[in-house]
């Protein structure tokens, strides 16, 4: 199994970036998958995550500026609208991959991909 990030740079506050995230090396099973983000010195922390049959969730710091959409089963698409220098971090995807009516899974993690907002 594997995640390969792509997107992110460098972007003026007020800007926007775009993230996806492709799974690799399933075949019968679903992925929940999202993002999280990690500023140098913090922890790593949820931004987004959106369900197999759909549905996001979000951190309230990123509610109603960023949207995360699946283009398919095994892509998903993160679009940060109105950044902030706050922003700032390495962006990491994440997956749970289950047997489908299982909520039993294992997670997995992408590269990560900087994310840079300047003021």
């Known amino acids: 199994v594997q995640l390969q990030a792509s997107g992110g740079g460098l972007a003026q506050a007020g800007g926007s970036l775009r993230l996806s995230c492709t799974l690799s090396g399933i075949v019968k099973d679903v992925a929940d998958m999202g993002w999280f983000r990690q500023a140098p010195g913090k922890e790593r922390d949820l931004v987004a995550n959106?369900?197999?049959?759909?549905?996001a969730t979000y951190a309230d710091s990123v509610k109603g500026r960023f949207t995360l959409s699946r283009d398919n089963s095994k892509t998903i698409s993160l679009q940060m609208n109105s950044l902030r220098p706050n922003d700032t971090a390495v962006y990491y995807c994440r997956a749970r991959v289950r047997p489908i009516g299982s909520n039993v899974g294992t997670f997995y993690w992408g590269q990560g991909t900087q994310v840079t907002v300047s003021s």
């Open positions: 959106i369900g197999y049959g759909g549905g």
